[in-house]
């Protein structure tokens, strides 16, 4: 099994930054991609973007491309999520998720942390 536990979520003004991290623990020789959704009230979840574990390029939804930037760290196996020039829109729940190697389903799921971007 594994576990993710999110971090540093909070408040900010917009225009402001925020960095998430989110970091994997048990069975961790078993994650292949690693990726940041997140789930405003009333609205469907939306994933904001994932990194591979073979050294590929991370990707983004249109919505935070340019602003949004995910990196990972191996031996310490945790990954983040670089928020700049942060809008109200980008507010909701922030939720880590990992795949399996062999698997490109997301199956693995951390508890969220809340983003908060005041006007």
């Known amino acids: 099994q594994v576990q993710l536990v999110e971090s540093g979520g909070g408040l900010v003004q917009a225009g402001g930054s925020l960095r998430l991290s989110c970091a994997a623990s048990?069975?961790?020789?078993?994650?292949?991609?690693m990726g940041w959704f997140r789930q405003a009230p009333g609205k469907e979840r939306e994933c904001v973007g994932g990194?591979?574990?073979?050294?590929?390029?991370?990707n983004y939804a249109d919505s935070v491309k340019g602003r949004f930037t995910i990196s990972r760290d191996h031996a310490k196996n945790t990954v983040y999520l670089q928020m700049n020039s942060l809008k109200p829109e980008d507010t909701a729940v922030y939720y880590c998720?990992?795949?399996?190697?062999?698997?490109?389903?997301?199956?693995?799921w951390g508890q969220g942390t809340q983003v908060t971007v005041s006007a």
């Open positions: 048990g069975r961790t020789i078993s994650i292949h991609a």
């Open positions: 990194i591979t574990g073979t050294g590929g390029s991370p």
């Open positions: 998720a990992a795949t399996s190697t062999g698997s490109g389903v997301y199956m693995y």
